[in-house]
Each structure stands twice: as structure tokens, then as C-alpha cells.
Nanobody, 116 residues
């Protein structure tokens, strides 16, 4: 079982950047599929970006070319680099880890607000 803690959220202006971090403890992260999700008020939680144990990545169409997910297994940390942020990126961002046995872990979330 892995415990996840997100950090790096905050208030930024449109066009600025943020980097979110997801630190894992309690288990080896290397075998997990890791994903960043977000949930805006009144909307369903959606997958923003994912990265497999091989490093293969996938992105929601709305963030392609602006966001980049990466992982450092030695540090048990996953990152989400967010560039050219837009007001519609405002949401609570959650980190998720999915083990090969299907066990899913969630972090507590970090707020990202994009506003002028």
C-alpha cells in the first residue's frame, strides 16, 4: 500500500507555470501506473496525465502540449509540469497510484487556481 502526498499548488496568473509533486511512501513506486487527475467545482474528476512503469505517457486533449508528467522512481516522486496555464485549468489536482494488482491510492489533493 502506498501513501501519496501532493504539493506545489497555488494561485497563478494565466500563462504562468506550476510544477506539482506527488511524493509516495510505504511502497515501491516503480511498478505503479501513476496519474494526475483534477476536479473542478461541479464537474467530475478527470484524468489529466498518466505515466506507466515504462515511462509511457498519455494526456487529456485539453492539456496536450502544455502539461508534462514525469517520474523519479529513485525519489518515489511523480511530477506534473504545467505551462501556459489557463483559467479553465483551475481545479483540485489529485495524484493516483495504481498497482499491478489493481490497488488504487489517492492523495489528498492540491488546489490550483489560475486567475488574473
Amino acid at each position: 500500500q502506498v501513501q501519496l502526498v501532493e504539493s506545489g499548488g497555488g494561485l497563478v496568473q494565466p500563462g504562468e507555470s506550476l510544477r506539482l509533486s506527488c511524493a509516495a511512501s510505504g511502497s515501491i513506486l516503480s511498478g505503479y501506473f501513476m496519474g494526475w487527475y483534477r476536479q473542478a467545482p461541479g464537474k467530475q474528476r478527470e484524468l489529466v496525465a498518466g505515466i506507466g512503469s515504462s515511462g509511457r505517457t498519455n494526456y487529456a486533449d485539453s492539456v496536450k502540449g502544455r502539461f508534462s508528467i514525469s517520474r523519479d522512481n529513485a525519489k518515489s516522486t511523480v511530477y506534473l509540469q504545467m505551462n501556459s496555464l489557463k483559467p479553465e485549468d483551475t481545479a483540485v489536482y489529485y495524484c493516483n497510484g495504481l498497482s499491478i494488482t489493481g490497488y488504487s491510492s489517492w492523495g489528498q489533493g492540491t488546489q490550483v487556481t489560475v486567475s488574473s
